[in-house]
């Protein structure tokens, strides 16, 4: 009898672990921390995320660390923008990751838009920040939906429910920043920023163009660059310049072009959180109300 007690304990024991490791969180990793704000939107407590690029680093160019490599190695998922933005990960994920890991990159399905069109540069790449239109920010949620619903079908429910609670957050952050934004008078809805960031922001938001220094962030301007942009702001109704908080090499050169004209430097947020501003919704409120303050 004392054996079947046993046996049976050991049993209980065993399917019990089984059990619990089978409703441990998914562990994910995100590419960079507005994407990981995502998936911790939808996944709650039953999703494990970290961002592999650091608050204020550049997502563009980020240099991996062995740091990084472990906590890949031992991940079920991980979430990118796509669309050419994080060419630096494809060589940790071939030499860190399992062959089994799920890579899902969230821009799929949405259509990419060029430079603007009226740019210090003519060879404009597309834009791959489509998260800064709130409507593409939804695109993004839904295909994270999706995934941890077919990664994790005993929980489908509870990520639908915090998805579907988290779009209707969005879509009225999405209204919330039209009507703010509206404000602005037409002459001054022009954003003259230092890398190619915010096309999507500027279609969704109702400014008429959007004018970059650089290409790319890594690339520092050339004179000409330089002149160009001067001859631009010095036309311009409000000479404002943006910088993003992750380019301390960018914010140099904008500070320079704008002392030329008498002009002034804000910062808008594009690809990075931090402390003060922990959320993809305070991240686009926190950018509103640069924009009112500098345009209005």
Not at 44 to 50: F, L, S
Request: charge should be negative; proline fraction near 6%; glycine fraction near 4%.
């Amino acid at each position: 009898m004392r054996r079947i007690v046993l046996m049976s304990l050991v049993v209980w024991l065993v399917f019990g672990a089984v059990e619990a490791a089978a409703d441990e969180p998914l562990r994910a990793a995100a590419s960079f921390a507005i994407i990981a704000d995502f998936v911790q939107q939808v996944g709650g407590d039953r999703v494990e995320v970290v961002s592999l690029v650091p608050a204020l680093a550049d997502p563009h160019a980020w240099e991996p660390t062995p740091q990084e490599a472990r906590y890949l190695a031992g991940t079920q998922v991980l979430f990118v923008n796509g669309a050419g933005y994080e060419e630096w990960l494809w060589d940790l994920v071939r030499s860190a990751s399992q062959s089994n890991l799920v890579v899902v990159e969230l821009s799929a399905g949405l259509e990419p838009l060029p430079g603007p069109s009226h740019s210090v540069h003519s060879d404009h790449r597309h834009d791959p920040h489509f998260w800064l239109s709130v409507a593409n920010a939804v695109h993004y949620v839904e295909r994270i939906a999706q995934t941890l619903m077919e990664l994790d079908p005993k929980h489908a429910e509870y990520y639908r429910e915090r998805a579907d609670v988290y779009q209707k957050e969005l879509w009225e952050l999405d209204s919330w920043l039209l009507q703010q934004l509206a404000v602005i008078p037409a002459e001054n809805r022009v954003l003259v920023t230092y890398h190619n960031a915010f096309a999507y922001f500027a279609q969704r938001y109702g400014f008429t163009a959007t004018e970059f220094l650089v290409n790319h962030p890594d690339r520092e301007p050339t004179p000409r660059d330089m002149a160009a942009l001067v001859a631009l702001l010095s036309g311009a109704a409000r000479p404002v310049v943006f910088a993003e908080p992750q380019f301390s090499v960018g914010e140099r050169y904008v500070r320079s072009v704008a002392a030329e004209v008498g002009g002034e430097v804000r910062l808008l947020y594009s690809a990075t959180l931090t402390s003060d501003i922990p959320t993809y919704v305070d991240m686009m409120r926190h950018n509103c109300q640069v924009l009112l303050e500098a345009l209005r």
